[in-house]
């Protein structure tokens, strides 16, 4: 495979996560994006073959970066494309080895996730007022994704079948694996009541089994949802997913399970709440021990 064009290589590669591992559209689109930045700077240097890029190719992209003000996270991400992209084409014969394996990585920023406190976040909720359609709709909307930590593209997802009855919700998440998720009693409630007397008052020709319907009858989508979160809450979806995976440490969970529950391929991937929980633990020490 020497001598290929590094354009048609990024895209053999991009078309192969899809297939392979089944990674959703703006997961791919993202890196499109990032590897088209770093196909542009190799032409800008002369390298139109995959062959014919090499450990400094590699540095100048990451100097190009930094020079532009990216911040460390985005340049962090646009590295690790680049990393896992070249990687794929050692394993595969297509060049000799990787050349980014021997270039540091810039460390992604150890920030935490933010989460809504218990106490504000349950108030919040309890007050939520109305009875119309959409305010059930919001109402449930809410409860479900607080109370089973889904992703905002999964909530999107669900159908009727998902809340009938059931104690647990079947995911299918990033990389088409499928996880249970056990769905609490105000969640399960919520639901119920929106789809007893919400969603027929919304329904429409176009609504088919969607769980969440928008006025027109059509299926709520990611937008529609983050929508509905900023409105009600003044907040996005993402901050109700940290709540909920901080909120079950605090109480005791343990991080394989919080894992399995967010459905994280990686345990690395969880363990930045650990410094959320831990920075609890030390606040519930110096408010409880005497000598604190």
């Not at 290589?9 to 996560?17: D, F, H, M, S, T």
């Not at 073959?49 to 985005?74: E, H, I, M, N, P």
């Not at 990687?87 to 990787?98: L, Q, V």
């Not at 929106?194 to 329904?203: H, I, N, Q, S």
Request: net charge positive; with cysteine; charged share 25%.
């Amino acid at each position: 495979m020497q001598g290929v064009g590094i354009d048609a290589a990024v895209e053999q590669y991009l078309l192969r996560l899809d297939a392979e591992r089944g990674l959703s559209h703006n997961t791919i689109d993202a890196y499109r994006c990032d590897l088209r930045q770093f196909t542009t700077m190799c032409h800008r240097l002369g390298v139109e073959q995959l062959d014919g890029v090499d450990r400094r190719t590699v540095r100048r992209f990451l100097a190009q970066l930094t020079t532009l003000k990216y911040s460390r996270r985005s340049v962090a991400r646009k590295a690790s494309a680049v990393r896992a992209f070249l990687e794929d084409a050692a394993r595969r014969g297509a060049i000799n080895a990787n050349p980014a394996a021997g270039v540091p990585q810039p460390k992604r920023p150890g920030t935490l996730p933010k989460s809504i406190p218990a106490p504000t976040l349950q108030r919040f909720l309890d007050d939520l007022e109305g009875s119309g359609p959409a305010d059930l709709r919001d109402r449930a909307l809410l409860e479900v994704l607080y109370g089973t930590g889904l992703r905002v593209s999964e909530l999107a997802a669900m159908t009727t079948a998902d809340v009938d009855g059931a104690t647990f919700i079947r995911v299918r998440g990033k990389g088409d694996k499928e996880r249970a998720v056990p769905i609490g009693r105000q969640a399960s409630q919520a639901a119920a009541r929106y789809v007893d007397e919400g969603r027929p008052a919304l329904a429409g020709p176009d609504s088919g089994d969607a769980l969440w319907l928008g006025v027109r009858g059509g299926r709520l989508d990611p937008r529609g949802i983050r929508r509905v979160v900023r409105d009600r809450l003044g907040t996005f979806p993402h901050a109700l997913r940290h709540s909920y995976a901080t909120h079950l440490l605090e109480r005791g969970a343990d991080l394989r399970s919080v894992q399995d529950l967010l459905g994280h391929s990686e345990l690395a991937t969880t363990q930045i709440y650990t410094a959320v929980t831990r920075e609890h633990l030390r606040n519930t020490y110096e408010r409880s021990h005497p000598r604190a």
